[in-house]
């Protein structure tokens, strides 16, 4: 059984680095094509694909945030980290992390519950 | 990036309809679009990748086809619990997008 679960503060103040961390279950990311996202949704509007690590440790990031994003991965621990600096009120969102069956097809079968953020001083 | 236009934003519909969603590309992303379900409060849940192919566990009423950019959601015959907000994603290349969303709405 798939599982991921987000993790993190839930109010960080502006200019302040976020870090956020999913731990996941029923799947390794050591395995040959496997991958993990995150992604955000502010309240009341849509997805926003923000970056990707893979079995590999190869990384991608969105192109709009990639200066302000950092994605890594501990193997044994079955987590994924991803910290923002930096952070504006406009980063006020529900942070997902979701896992893709495969590198070569990167659409989101399993999602974490997501954590809201709030930024705010 | 590639842009995705989603439409209608909001539909209205009844139980038992037949419902289509839409989604186009900027450009070519050949069959490489997901579709998702989100409820409030809740992570979106897949429904259907590569355009047209049903995720495991999914009601057979949901469907998807694609005609070059233009990707459609099509649901036979809606049922209560298919109330909900729709989005599509392309995986074609990085950065992934999103459409904008579609609530399907009770009449």
């Known amino acids: 059984q798939v599982t991921l679960r987000e993790s993190g503060p839930a109010l960080e103040k502006p200019t302040q680095t976020l870090t956020l961390t999913c731990t996941f279950s029923g799947f390794s990311l050591s395995t040959r094509g496997m991958c993990v996202s995150w992604i955000r949704q502010p309240p009341g509007r849509a997805l926003e694909w923000l970056a990707r690590i893979d079995w590999d440790d190869d990384k991608y990031y969105s192109t709009s945030l990639k200066t302000r994003l950092t994605i890594s991965k501990d193997t044994s621990k079955n987590q994924v980290v991803l910290t923002m600096t930096n952070v504006d009120p406009v980063d006020t969102a529900t942070y997902y992390c979701?896992?893709?069956?495969?590198?070569?097809?990167?659409?989101?079968?399993?999602w974490g519950q997501g954590i809201l953020v709030t930024v705010s001083s | 990036d590639i842009q995705m236009t989603q439409s209608p934003s909001t539909l209205s519909a009844s139980v038992g309809d037949r419902v289509t969603i839409t989604c186009r590309a900027s450009q070519s992303i050949s069959r490489w679009l997901a579709w998702y379900q989100q409820k409030p409060g809740k992570a979106p849940e897949l429904l259907i990748y590569?355009?047209?192919s049903l995720e495991s566990g999914v009601p057979s009423r949901f469907s998807g086809s694609v005609s070059g950019t233009e990707f459609t959601l099509t649901i036979s015959s809606l049922q209560p619990d298919d109330f909900a907000t729709y989005y599509c994603?392309?995986?074609?290349?990085?950065?992934?997008?999103f459409g904008q969303g579609t609530k399907l709405e009770i009449k």
């Open positions: 590569a355009a047209s």
């Open positions: 994603q392309q995986y074609n290349r990085f950065s992934y997008t």
């Open positions: 979701a896992r893709s069956p495969s590198v070569n097809s990167v659409f989101f079968d399993y």
